[in-house]
């Protein structure tokens, strides 16, 4: 599985079924602007998750950051910096170097919903539509994703921040 197993290719996600993926992006949409995430499920990053297999496999996953750039014409830029690790029952997890991950897309939005549409051509290969909701410089992500054989539900939270491109 791709990497981005971690925020979106990790990412099994419900969709909304009123939203169309042909739709345009709203003039209602949230600010062009980079947004910075602030916690994962309630935790400030890094983020860390850990599981282990029925064999003893142990598997982590740090998030280290995430920004999602919101630009006009209803596209996006999301910058993951991450990373992945296993160690077989009985060694020591060692720490593994970062990881990162760039994924275009489009985006559309509806009332304060936003609909996440990766660009297959431009990193999205693979990777699953995200739905989430924003407010005035804020964001809201839930995800799903794959840590070993455990899939898990998380909250990602992004908030704005200028001093970021």
């Known amino acids: ?22 739709a345009t992006p709203s003039a209602a949409g949230p600010a062009v602007a980079s947004y910075v995430a602030v916690s994962v499920n309630g935790g400030r990053l890094p983020s860390t998750d850990q599981v282990t297999d029925p064999h003893g496999t142990r598997f982590l996953v ?35 170097p ?13 009332g304060n919903t936003l609909r996440f549409i990766p660009d297959p051509k431009r990193g999205g290969k693979g990777i699953e539509i995200l739905d989430g909701t924003f407010a005035p410089g804020r964001i809201d992500v839930p995800f799903w994703y794959r ?19």
């Open 98 to 110: 970062i990881q990162s991950m760039t994924v275009y897309g489009r985006y559309v939005a509806q």
């Open 1 to 22: 599985m791709h990497p981005l197993a971690c925020l979106f290719a990790i990412a099994a996600f419900v969709l909304t079924p009123d939203l169309s993926a042909q």
């Open 147 to 165: 840590n070993g054989q455990v899939s898990r539900r998380a909250q990602v939270v992004l908030r704005r921040d200028p001093t970021r491109f």
């Open 62 to 96: 740090e998030f280290d950051e995430l920004v999602i750039a919101i630009r006009a014409r209803g596209e996006f830029r999301a910058s993951l910096r991450y990373r992945q690790t296993l160690a077989e029952k009985g060694t020591v997890i060692q720490r593994e």
